[in-house]
Each structure stands twice: as structure tokens, then as C-alpha cells.
T-cell receptor
């Protein structure tokens, strides 16, 4: 499978715990994006990387959230001290550089904070 | 005002009907436009890109009106399998992220 891969697919955690999600983009894609989606809403942008550089972060990304893409390939998104409001689907997408290129999404990680 | 706005629906239409969705965007410098489809509890998937001259792919037609800053999607001869949420997506010029609208839910009824 050469698409975007995310794991785990589901994560249930207790409030206050830290969680980490992984995303493996399509191999030749140099851009990688993280989005969060809650029921009935469109995906909300969190952050994006071009290669290993984190170029943009949304104000939605509080201090408890951190993302890395250390070698410009896979990326991790960590949430520290999880809150119930963090419960959502976390989507990763990748794309090539340039206008008009579309983003390809992984199947997402569904986080439930109890 | 949100960057990308859509009527959330739901649009309930019979099989064979023609249905149209509109989307407006706030950043006049936006460069790229897309329609994505998202099935329940699945990831968004590209339906079609939207070009300035308009484009068609089978039963689907997308139009872009830069002057009015809106994008449309027309679905002809609706099928049951078209039932999904349709997301309008804009790639603004000032940033490189993709901005999604809230989506329009379509239910095609037998």
C-alpha cells in the first residue's frame, strides 16, 4: 500500500495522559499536514511541514501539542496532558509542492479521552 | 467570517436528481480549489480539482467564479452511492495549507 498510513487507528486514553500518533506519508511527497476533525465539521488545520521544517502552525495547536518530522519522512503528533476536548479524529495528509497539487489523506487516528 | 463556507445541508434528493452545492471563500488571492468527498467515518478523498475554466468528470461538474469568490459542484443523475459529505477546499495564496469548509451532507434516496 503506497498511500498515507497512520497509526494507531484508534486510541482511548485517560484524561491527563500523553499520546503520540504517527503518520507515514506517500514517499515522494515533501509536504505533510496534520488536521483535526470533530463530528459534523470539516477538517481543521493544525500544522504542516515541508520536508523536516515545520512551516506553519494553527492557533488551535496549543502548547500541549507538538509535531515533528525529524528526517523529512514520517511525522509524529504528540498531545500532552490530554483533555476531553481533544477527542477527535486526527488526520494526516501529504502532497507534492506546488499550486494545484492535491492532498492525500490517511485513514486517521480516532482519539477518545475518557 | 470563516475562510470557506458551505451550506451544511442535509440535501435529501431522489435517485436520478440533479443537485448543486455552492461554496464561498474569503481570500481573494486563493489559487487552488478542490472538492473532496468524505464517507461516514472515513478520510476525505479528492473528488475533483476545480479549474478557472470549469471542468467536468462524468456526472460531476465543477465551476469557479473568482469575481464572486464561489465554487460550485453539480451532480447529475444522482446515485445512491453519491451519498456522502462534500467538502469544499481552498489553498490560499498566503499559506500552503489546505482550508476546508464544514462540508455539505448529501443523502440520495431510493
Amino acid at each position: 500500500d503506497t498511500g498515507v498510513s497512520q497509526n494507531p487507528r484508534h486510541k482511548i486514553t485517560k484524561r491527563g495522559q500523553n499520546v503520540t500518533f504517527r503518520c507515514d506519508p506517500i514517499s515522494e511527497h515533501n509536504r505533510l499536514y496534520w488536521y483535526r476533525q470533530t463530528l459534523g465539521q470539516g477538517p481543521e488545520f493544525l500544522t504542516y511541514f515541508q520536508n523536516e521544517a515545520q512551516l506553519e502552525k494553527s492557533r488551535l495547536l496549543s502548547d500541549r501539542f507538538s509535531a515533528e518530522r525529524p528526517k523529512g519522512s514520517f511525522s509524529t503528533l504528540e498531545i500532552q496532558r490530554t483533555e476531553q476536548g481533544d477527542s477527535a479524529m486526527y488526520l494526516c495528509a501529504s502532497s507534492l509542492t506546488g499550486q494545484g497539487t492535491e492532498a492525500f489523506f490517511g485513514q486517521g487516528t480516532r482519539l477518545t479521552v475518557v | 467570517r470563516k475562510e470557506v463556507e458551505q451550506d451544511p445541508g442535509p440535501f435529501n434528493v431522489p435517485e436520478g436528481a440533479t443537485v448543486a452545492f455552492n461554496c464561498t471563500y474569503s481570500n481573494s488571492a486563493s489559487q487552488s480549489f478542490f472538492w473532496y468527498r468524505q464517507d461516514c467515518r472515513k478520510e476525505p478523498k479528492l473528488l475533483m480539482s476545480v479549474y478557472s475554466s470549469g471542468n467536468e468528470d462524468g456526472r460531476f461538474t465543477a465551476q469557479l467564479n473568482r469575481a464572486s469568490q464561489y465554487i460550485s459542484l453539480l451532480i447529475r443523475d444522482s446515485k445512491l452511492s453519491d451519498s456522502a459529505t462534500y467538502l469544499c477546499v481552498v489553498n490560499p495564496n498566503y499559506g500552503q495549507n489546505f482550508v476546508f469548509g464544514p462540508g455539505t451532507r448529501l443523502s440520495v434516496l431510493p
